[in-house]
């Protein structure tokens, strides 16, 4: 999962983290990217990247991309 945050045209990875998940684990095993919100607050527009593998299998190069938002949070 990468957090991205918008630059100019672009976008940036501001935080990005990688977990391991095990079948049937349910809810509690999540991964997620943070980061913390700069001293400098300010109206940044942010979105995740999400790429699932699964072990052992061939996939696509295809990740999910969610809709952006726009937040009072500038890093």
Same mark, same amino acid.
């Given at each position: 999962?990468?957090?991205?945050?918008?630059?100019? *045209?672009?976008?940036?990875?501001?935080?990005?983290?990688?977990?391991?998940?095990?079948?049937?684990?349910?809810?509690?095993?999540?991964?997620?990217?943070?980061? *913390?919100?700069?001293?400098?607050?300010?109206?940044?527009?942010?979105?995740?990247?999400?790429?699932?593998?699964?072990?052992?299998?061939?996939?696509?190069?295809?990740?999910?991309?969610?809709?952006?938002?726009?937040?009072?949070?500038?890093?």
């Amino acid at each position: 999962m990468w957090l991205q945050k918008r630059v100019g *045209n672009g976008w940036v990875t501001r935080s990005k983290q990688a977990k391991t998940i095990k079948q049937g684990c349910g809810s509690v095993a999540r991964t997620n990217a943070k980061a *913390n919100c700069g001293g400098i607050v300010a109206k940044t527009t942010w979105r995740t990247m999400v790429d699932v593998d699964i072990i052992g299998v061939a996939d696509s190069p295809e990740v999910l991309i969610t809709k952006s938002q726009t937040l009072w949070c500038n890093q």
